[in-house]
Each structure stands twice: as structure tokens, then as C-alpha cells.
């Protein structure tokens, strides 16, 4: 340890400086954020400088991503479901009777504050949603829990659709991860709020750098890049 650290760690400045922390990070992770923005306009969907944020405006990515896959069979796997909704749209868009759909939460809510959102936020009481379709299956828990044993059996034969729709950057962080040994060149994932900086966007950032064999493209985003979608566009050999 150099002189200069230790005369810090005796002075205590992680104390001194604490309160400035937070912020120092938040406006580190904006201009990160901000610069990935710049280098990444010109997409195939994009609606920023748009006013305000409309929350029905994120199927327009949806949309584009469907007439991309044209009813081809696929593998959807969501996390963080909750009630449903974008599944249900999905199955509406997609009807091959091969395709099929796994919706992964656990109905409880957040299991930690996000931003203003508090813990249990989103909560459904712990009740699964019913849905008819015999091709989707529900699996209620956290991801840590039910994702590793859920891939043993997952056969991984078809082009995936991934929405990463859990909010907090420890959840997404994990998905992305465990999920790293499954991704194949044309699966799509989709970050439902990528521009919340300290959560999906860093996970992003940090799946990146974790795995820089795996390629990944963005080519629409929507809700001034909230929800922004990406293809696996190469996968070299692992370092």
C-alpha cells in the first residue's frame, strides 16, 4: 500500500466522502449511458427525442421483432412477467404450435427497492396468472432459484427471444449470465428498461465486458432507449 492510500484509510476518507458518492456514481453511469446513446442512433426503430415516455410505444419493437421472426418456432423466455401482459401479446403474434413460452417471476413483487419503487412493488400476492395456451408454462420463484434447474432440461433447438424485463441490475446481471452458454447467433434479447442506468443498462455493460466473445448488436429501441433490443451477431470461441 502506498503512502498516500494509507494516510487516506487513516483519515477515514471513505467516511469524509460518502455523501458525494452516490451521486459521483449516478452521474458516472449517465455520461456511460449518454455515450452508448450517441454511438448507437442509427437503428432500425428508434423514436428518440420523442416526448415523454408512452409505455404502449414499446411494441413497436415488439412488432418489428415479430415480422422478423414471421411465426417461425421459437423459444421465449421472460423474466419478470408479472401479469403477463407482453407474454399474452406474444402468444397473440406467434402461433406456431412449436414455439414455446416460459414466463419466469415471483409474484410477490420487486424483491428489493428499485429506484423510487419499493420492495414488493408489482406484487400479485404470490398468484400465478391463469393462461390457456398450453404452450406457455409459468414458473414462480426467484431467478436464482428456478433458472439453473430450469436449463437442465431446456432443449435450446430453436431461435430464442429473451425479455429481460426484471428491472433491478442483480436480476438481470444473473439471467444474463447464467443464460451466456445458451445463446446462439439470431436470438434476440430485449431489455424492457435499459435506460435505467445503475440496473439493466450497467448489467448490460458488465455482461459485455464478462463475455466479450458474444456478440451483441442493437437495432431498435424504443421510449427514448427504455426498451431496447439486441441480436447475438457472433460467437467466437470462449477466452
Same mark, same amino acid.
Given at each position: ?27 458516472? $453511469? ?31 419493437? $415488439? ?44 409474484? @410477490?413483487?420487486?424483491?428489493? /427497492?428499485?429506484? $423510487? ?12 396468472? @391463469?393462461?390457456? /395456451? ?106
Amino acid at each position: 500500500m502506498t503512502p498516500g492510500k494509507y494516510a487516506l484509510y487513516k483519515l477515514s476518507a471513505h467516511k469524509i466522502f460518502r455523501p458525494l458518492t452516490d451521486r459521483l456514481f449516478k452521474v458516472l $453511469h449517465f455520461l456511460r449511458f449518454a455515450q452508448w446513446v450517441e454511438e448507437n442512433q442509427q437503428l432500425e426503430y428508434n423514436d428518440f427525442r420523442a416526448d415523454g415516455s408512452v409505455y404502449k410505444r414499446r411494441y413497436n419493437v $415488439h412488432e418489428l421483432i415479430a415480422a422478423k421472426l414471421k411465426d417461425e418456432p421459437i423459444h421465449y423466455l421472460e423474466f419478470g412477467v408479472a401479469d403477463c401482459e407482453t407474454l399474452l401479446w406474444w402468444i397473440s403474434q406467434n402461433k406456431h404450435p412449436e414455439s414455446l413460452f416460459f414466463g419466469f417471476d415471483t409474484f @410477490t413483487g420487486l424483491p428489493e /427497492d428499485w429506484g $423510487h419503487y419499493k420492495k414488493g412493488t408489482f406484487d400479485l400476492q404470490g398468484v400465478i396468472p @391463469t393462461v390457456a /395456451d398450453k404452450r406457455v408454462t409459468l414458473i414462480k420463484g426467484l431467478f436464482q432459484e428456478t433458472l439453473f434447474n430450469f436449463l437442465k432440461t431446456f432443449p435450446n433447438d430453436k431461435k430464442k427471444f429473451i425479455s429481460l424485463d426484471a428491472d433491478l441490475y442483480s436480476a438481470t446481471l444473473f439471467v444474463l449470465t447464467t443464460l451466456a452458454p445458451w445463446l446462439r447467433v439470431g436470438d434476440i434479447l430485449v431489455f424492457d428498461e435499459f435506460s435505467a442506468q445503475e440496473h439493466e443498462y450497467l448489467a448490460y455493460t458488465h455482461f459485455c465486458k464478462a463475455f466479450p466473445h458474444i456478440g451483441l448488436k442493437a437495432f431498435a429501441a424504443a421510449n427514448n432507449y427504455a426498451c431496447v433490443a439486441f441480436e447475438v451477431i457472433s460467437i467466437s470461441a470462449a477466452p
